[in-house]
């Protein structure tokens, strides 16, 4: 179950999968973004930044007990864009690639989706509706966009690098008056940092309303 490629119609009745609970799982968004909401230039992140990235790996990677997953959501380029060294850095975590064009599960990845739809009722089939604490989409920029949409949504994990870089992916814009950002989050730094010479902040925006209950 744990390594395959899954073809599943958005209609499927999830009722059925997660018995006795509304269905619904956390819906995270991390990413850093600078001045212009740049994201990534040729496929890399255009900073270096050591500790931004312990943070991402930190945050995505936690989970409350042992035994437990969070799933991971990637679009095909962003999934080929990162050196295989990077999937050994993320216990605890099962990777879900989309496409449209890939037939064969790629390598280090446990899923392959057609579409964000297709994700979600994964993650709501046995065993992963047990295991699977929190959803994190890490991108694209189409993955990103899809996610904020959806109503699980609930956080966006947004690093504001405070400096001006040549990108050609950006992060989507999104509604601040539904995402509010807040002063104060749980584990997360909340102080300006600076690495390389460049100024940081680590970010977190919640959405004011969630639909249904955590399962």
Known sequence: MLNQTVHIVPSTNVSTMCADKEPRKPLRLIAAACNN???????????DLPTEFKFFLETTTNVSLPGKFNMMVWGRGCWFSNADSLFSMMPNVL?????????????????????????????????LCDLVETIWVVGGPQVYQEA???????LIFLTDIMADFDCDVFF??????????????????NEIQEENGVTFKFEVFKREICSAEVI
């Open 148 to 154: 904020l949409v959806h109503p699980w949504c609930e």
């Open 37 to 47: 909401m740049g994201i990534g230039k040729d496929g890399h992140l255009p900073w």
């Open 95 to 127: 990777h879900v690639v989309l496409s449209t064009t890939l037939s064969t599960l790629p390598e280090h990845a446990h899923f392959l989706c057609q579409d964000f739809d297709s994700m979600i009722s994964l993650a709501l089939l046995q065993p």
């Open 172 to 189: 989507p814009q999104f509604d601040r008056s539904i995402f509010k950002k807040q002063q104060w989050f749980p584990g997360v730094p």
